[in-house]
Nanobody, 115 residues
Framework: QVQLVESGGGLVQPGGSLRLSCAASRSIFSINAMGWYRQAPGKQRELVAIITNGGSTSYADSVKGRFTVSRDVAKNTVYLQMNSLKPEDTAVYYC?????????WGQGTQVTVSS
């Protein structure tokens, strides 16, 4: 079992930046993929960014060039650096650990982009 705890959300003005963190309760070194998802009110949860155990990354088209996913294996932590934030980035952001046969979610952290 893996417990995931997100942090770093908050209120930011358009054009601003935030860095989200996802701390795992065990080593993330061998987990197939760690991902960030988001869910806005009235919408389905969507993939934002993912990083594999090999270090490969992929992003939703809507965040490419603005968001960066990274990991610190020594700290069992995954990050999402979000720059040039837009009002449409407003959502609850969730961390996910996926190892094929199992998948775990964090409780989410709210990101609100508003002036």
């Amino acid at each position: 079992q893996v417990q995931l705890v997100e942090s770093g959300g908050g209120l930011v003005q358009p054009g601003g930046s935030l860095r989200l963190s996802c701390a795992a309760s065990r080593s993330i070194f061998s987990i197939n993929a760690m991902g960030w998802y988001r869910q806005a009110p009235g919408k389905q949860r969507e993939l934002v960014a993912i990083i594999t155990n090999g270090g490969s990354t992929s992003y939703a088209d809507s965040v490419k060039g603005r968001f960066t996913v990274s990991r610190d294996v020594a700290k069992n932590t995954v990050y999402l650096q979000m720059n040039s934030l837009k009002p449409e980035d407003t959502a609850v952001y969730y961390c996910n650990a996926d190892h094929g046969v199992w998948s775990y979610w964090g409780q989410g952290t709210q990101v609100t982009v508003s002036s």
